[in-house]
């Protein structure tokens, strides 16, 4: 186990250092280039943190582990909403962009309804795949479309972000910063290889199955980047930054991260775990869902929410686990939570919302 272990923090270390690689070489080589830096953040940067569930998701695939690639993406998916927005707005209560609420929430739900929908019958093929990927490649062309029309504030933001790299530097020439996407690249393979490898044979010990160690350990892991992210960008004031970023990666995660892993499963495609279509996708949808009534209590979310979000999270965990152990207290748990703590959630939100809605009258 302690082989195992090593090689599951090392694939993290090689997932996180990567991705980090990537970004950087990307961007200053599209900076060089003469993209702009609000282009740069919506697509390179976007793309980079998602960069470690699309490699694990990728090799998991190539392995013959697709519980662990499609449990990664649901995972980390739940993950970015109710672990890094509770812990953010814990830190700080967050602002909520009117373009999240107008825009990017609901291709965000369309993404995860989507992917329940196709899913149905228990496969993702191969075409389906690359039409995830033909979604995502429209909405990075409509987001870059749409660039051309931010205002001057949104502008000097990324600017002040992303600013053109000195040519006397050392990542300032264009054969550095290609160095540094190969590198980055390289370390993505590596520590997905190392990282599901490591995963089975947690799964195997402990005697759970591949899709609950990609539902929350391999999830949480390949999150690490929104996860800095984020409470980053909420420490330093950029509250809106931190909450675009984790709506961001989930509406990449479900069609790059699961559009490139279906599109390279060859003719049997992505199986679907009944499981997961019984259960995990639809909290997927419904913390998804769960974001609109949240974003539109004042456009803010409350750390009174976070905390809300962050239980949920802690409650989900503990369900998988106690499933994977067919556990005794498995029932009442249920129960306890199907029958009370979800009806007086759903009363809460909506109580926030018509006072939010009443206060926006007047």
């Keep these: 186990m302690w082989w195992e272990l090593l090689m599951f923090v090392g694939g993290l270390v090689a997932l996180v250092a990567g991705a980090d690689l990537l970004v950087r070489g990307a961007s200053k080589l599209a900076l060089s280039l003469g993209i702009s830096p609000l282009v740069v953040g919506l697509t390179v940067v976007a793309l980079g943190t998602s960069a470690p569930e699309m490699a694990v998701s990728t ?87 749409q660039s051309r029309r931010a205002t001057a504030s949104e502008v000097a933001e990324f600017d002040a972000e992303l600013t053109p790299p000195d040519p006397s530097a050392w990542d300032g020439k264009w054969p550095v910063q290609l160095a540094l996407i190969v590198a980055g690249l390289a370390l993505l393979v590596l520590g997905s290889d190392w990282l599901v490898s490591a995963a089975v044979a947690a799964a195997k010990a402990l005697g759970v199955s591949d899709l ?39 509406t990449f995660n479900i069609l790059g991260c699961l559009g490139l892993g279906a599109s390279v499963s060859g003719s ?6 009944p499981s997961v279509m019984a259960f995990d996708l639809w909290v997927m949808v419904a913390v ?47 129960t306890v939570m199907l029958g009370f703590v979800v009806p007086l959630t759903i009363v809460a939100l909506i109580t926030s919302v018509l006072r939010a809605s009443h206060a926006g009258s007047r």
């Design 212 to 250: 609950v160690i990609g539902l929350t350990i391999v999830a949480a892991g390949t999150s690490l980047p929104e996860v800095a992210a984020s409470i980053a960008a909420a420490l330093k004031g950029e509250r809106d930054i931190a909450v675009g970023n984790v709506v961001g990666s989930n």
């Design 59 to 145: 090799g998991a695939v190539l392995s013959g582990r697709n519980d662990i690639a499609v449990g990664n993406v649901v995972g980390s998916n739940i993950f970015n909403v109710l672990f890094i927005l509770g812990i953010s707005a814990l830190i700080t209560p967050l602002v909520v962009n009117v373009q999240l609420i107008r825009q990017e929430v609901p291709i965000m739900i369309g993404a995860a309804l989507l992917l329940v929908v196709l899913g149905l019958d228990g496969t993702l093929s191969a075409w389906e795949g690359i039409g995830f990927l033909v979604l995502l490649a429209a909405y990075v062309t409509f987001l870059v479309w």
């Design 268 to 273: 049997a495609g992505l199986v679907l775990a």
């Design 288 to 334: 998804s869902l769960a974001c609109l009534p949240v974003f539109l209590t004042g456009r803010e979310i409350a750390r009174w929410e976070g905390g809300l979000f962050l239980g949920y999270y802690v409650a989900y965990t503990a369900y998988l686990i106690l499933a994977a152990q067919a556990h005794a207290a498995l029932p009442m748990f249920s």
